[in-house]
C-alpha cells in the first residue's frame, strides 16, 4: 500500500510540471505573438512615415479631406442649418466622401457630373411621377418601370461612347442611380418634389464644399501633374538611350558598383515612359475640367501632351528592342564594332540631346532656337552612320577556305564564317535601330512644335536678344541722324 501511495504521488507531482509548462509555452506563444504584431505594426507606421515625408501631398490631402468633411457635419451639430435642409444633411457628408479626389480637376470633375446627374435624374424622376399619377393606379406602376427600363438602359449603353466614357462616365452611374431612387421612391413616398429639393441643395452644399476646399488649400493640379510627367519621361528616355549606346560600345568600363547601379536605373527609365499611356490619358481628361492656374490657360492643349506621350513611346519601343539586342548572348567584339563606336555614340549623344532640348522647351514654356541646330546635326550623323552601313560588305572580310583542305579544317572555317557574319548581324542591327531612333526622335521633335504654336510658348531668347540688338541699333542710328539734322540747321 506504501508503495501504491508513493506511486500515486510521483504521477501527481508529474501531472502538475507538466501543467506548468504547457502554462508557460502558451504565455510564451502569446507574448511571441504579441511581440510579431507591435513589430510588424512599427514597420507600416514607418513605411506610411516615409510615404508622407516622400510627398507631403498626400499628408495635406487628407487634411483638406477632413477639413471638409467637419465643414459639412456642422449641418448636424447646428439645429438651424439642420432645419434648413430637412434632415437631409447626410446626403452632403456622403457627397465629400464620394467625389472629393487627389487633384482639383478630378474633384471639380466628380462635382460637375455628380450635380448634372442628379438634377436631370431628378427632374426626369418628378416628370415621369407627376405622369404617372395622372394615368391611374392601375397604369402607374406599368410607367414607372417602362420608364426605368427605357432610361437606365440607354444611360448604361452610353457609357460604352469613348467620349461620354472619358468625361462623364460618373455622371451616367449618377443618373441611374438617382432615376432609380427618385421613380421607385415616389410611387410610395409623398411629397417627392419637396424631398428631391433638399437632397438635391444638400448634394450642392456637399460639391460646392469640395471645390471649394480642393482649390483653395494647397492645390494639386492635374494639368501641372501631367506637364511634370511628360518633360520627366523625355528626360528619362534620353539617359536610357545615351546610356544604352555608351554601355554596349564599352563607354562605361571600369565602373563602381554603386554607379554601375545608377547607370542601370537611368537605363531601364525608358520602361516608364512605356507604361504611362493610362496615366497621361487619365490627367489630359482631367485638367480639361480645371480654371487658368500657373502658366495653362483655361483652353490649354493638354490633348497634345498624350500625342507626345504616344511619339515617346514609340521611340521607348525602339530603345527597348535595341535593349535587348545589345543584352544578347553574341557580343559583338571585333574591328566593326570599333569602326562604328564612335559614329554610333555621335547619333546616341546627339539624339539624346535633342530629347533634352525638348524636355527643356516645355518645362520653361519657352520656344528653342537650338532644336533645329541639334536635330540637323542628329540627322548628319545619322547619315553618315547609314553611308557606313553601306559598306559593310567590304568590311566584313569573312574568311574563306581552301576546297582542297581537309573536313575537319572546313569545318573550322565555316564555323569563323558564321560567328563573323553573326557579329555583322547584331553590329548592323544596332546601327539601323538607332537610325530607327532618330526618325522617331523626329517625331516627338514634331509633337513638341505642335504644342508650342497651340499653347503659344514664348519665344526664343537667342530671338529676343536679337529683336533687342536690332532695337537698339535702330534707335542709335535714329540717334545719330537726329544729330547730324541739328548740326546741318546750326551751319
Avoid at 569602326?339 to 555614340?345: G, T, Y
Avoid at 569545318?411 to 530607327?436: D, N, R, Y
Wanted: charged share 20%; hydrophobic share 40%.
Amino acid at each position: 500500500m506504501g508503495h501504491g501511495k508513493e506511486g500515486v504521488k510521483e504521477v501527481e507531482w508529474r501531472i502538475k510540471i507538466e501543467d506548468r509548462t504547457l502554462e508557460k509555452t502558451v504565455i510564451g506563444s502569446m507574448w511571441a505573438a504579441t511581440a510579431g504584431v507591435a513589430l510588424k505594426l512599427c514597420k507600416f507606421v514607418k513605411k506610411a512615415w516615409e510615404l508622407g515625408v516622400n510627398d507631403p501631398r498626400k499628408f495635406i490631402h487628407c487634411l483638406k479631406v477632413g477639413i471638409a468633411l467637419s465643414a459639412v457635419s456642422l449641418f448636424y451639430y447646428f439645429k438651424p442649418l439642420y432645419d434648413g435642409v430637412g434632415g437631409n444633411a447626410m446626403w452632403a457628408v456622403m457627397t465629400v466622401v464620394v467625389v472629393f479626389e487627389y487633384t482639383a480637376g478630378a474633384t471639380i470633375s466628380k462635382t460637375v457630373n455628380r450635380m448634372c446627374g442628379t438634377s436631370l435624374a431628378g427632374f426626369l424622376g418628378i416628370g415621369v411621377h407627376w405622369v404617372a399619377s395622372r394615368a391611374g393606379e392601375q397604369l402607374e406602376p406599368i410607367i414607372v418601370g417602362f420608364s426605368l427600363f427605357l432610361l437606365a438602359s440607354a444611360a448604361t449603353f452610353s457609357r460604352f461612347i469613348p467620349t461620354i466614357k472619358a468625361r462623364f462616365d460618373y455622371g451616367a452611374m449618377i443618373f441611374i442611380l438617382t432615376f432609380s431612387l427618385v421613380s421607385i421612391s415616389g410611387y410610395r413616398v409623398e411629397e417627392l418634389l419637396a424631398m428631391a429639393q433638399y437632397r438635391m441643395s444638400t448634394i450642392i452644399i456637399g460639391s460646392v464644399l469640395c471645390i471649394i476646399v480642393s482649390m483653395t488649400i494647397r492645390p494639386i493640379w492635374a494639368g501641372h501633374e501631367l506637364h511634370v510627367l511628360v518633360t520627366e519621361n523625355l528626360d528619362k528616355l534620353a539617359n536610357s538611350l545615351q546610356c544604352c549606346v555608351a554601355q554596349y560600345f564599352g563607354c562605361s568600363e571600369g565602373s563602381e558598383a554603386e554607379s554601375e547601379e545608377k547607370s542601370n536605373k537611368k537605363l531601364l527609365g525608358y520602361k516608364c515612359v512605356l507604361s504611362s499611356k493610362a496615366t497621361e490619358e487619365t490627367m489630359a481628361n482631367l485638367a480639361r475640367w480645371e480654371p487658368a492656374h500657373g502658366n495653362f490657360n483655361f483652353r490649354h492643349p493638354w490633348r497634345q501632351y498624350v500625342k507626345i506621350g504616344a511619339s515617346m513611346r514609340s521611340c521607348a519601343s525602339c530603345i527597348d528592342a535595341l535593349i535587348g539586342c545589345t543584352n544578347s548572348d553574341n557580343k559583338a567584339c571585333n574591328d566593326i564594332q570599333k569602326n562604328m563606336s564612335s559614329l554610333s555614340m555621335k547619333v546616341g549623344g546627339n539624339s539624346a540631346s535633342v530629347i533634352r532640348e525638348l524636355a527643356s522647351t516645355i518645362r520653361n514654356m519657352t520656344k528653342s532656337c537650338k532644336v533645329d541646330i541639334l536635330v540637323t546635326e542628329m540627322n548628319d550623323a545619322a547619315q553618315e552612320l547609314r553611308n557606313l552601313l553601306k559598306s559593310y560588305p567590304n568590311m566584313a572580310n569573312p574568311p574563306s577556305h581552301n576546297a582542297k583542305g581537309t573536313e575537319t579544317e572546313a569545318g573550322e572555317v565555316a564555323a569563323k564564317i558564321e560567328i563573323s557574319l553573326m557579329e555583322i548581324i547584331q553590329v548592323v542591327t544596332v546601327a539601323s535601330l538607332l537610325t530607327e531612333i532618330v526618325t522617331r526622335v523626329e517625331g516627338i521633335v514634331k509633337a513638341v512644335e505642335e504644342l508650342s504654336d497651340l499653347a503659344e510658348f514664348q519665344p526664343p531668347v537667342c530671338v529676343k536678344s536679337k529683336q533687342h540688338s536690332a532695337d537698339s541699333n535702330i534707335s542709335s542710328n535714329q540717334h545719330k541722324d537726329e544729330e547730324t539734322i541739328r548740326t546741318l540747321q546750326m551751319v
